[in-house]
């Protein structure tokens, strides 16, 4: 059964930078489409930043331009490089693979961004 594993959460200041790692158990993001997804208290969890088999990315409007989503399949990690940081960036973050392939969910990472 395939483990995600998250973590380089934490507290930052506004406009500071976070580097977040997710590691898998398995073979699992060789040729596979992966994401990053964040949750905020009290609302639903997001995709904001995924990439793709080939290596190309899509972001959410919200952090466009300020995060980088980038893998190192050898290491079947995939890192999301957080910059410029918000109040609003702050949520769990999860990585997983694309709707609907999804793998069971690790336990995340807490980003809190202070204002």
């Known amino acids: 059964q395939v483990q995600l594993v998250e973590s380089g959460g934490g507290l930052v200041q506004a406009g500071g930078s976070l580097r977040l790692s997710c590691t898998a158990s398995?073979?699992?993001?060789?040729?596979?489409?992966m994401g990053w997804y964040r949750q905020a208290p009290g609302k639903q969890r997001n995709m904001v930043a995924a990439i793709m088999r080939g290596g190309s990315t899509n972001y959410a409007d919200s952090v466009k331009g300020r995060f980088t989503i980038s893998r190192d399949n050898a290491k079947n990690t995939v890192y999301l490089q957080m910059n410029s940081l918000k109040p609003e960036d702050t949520a769990v973050y999860y990585c997983n693979a694309l709707y609907p392939d999804f793998y069971s969910w690790g336990q995340g990472t807490q980003v809190t961004v202070s204002s």
């Open positions: 398995g073979s699992v993001f060789s040729g596979n489409a």
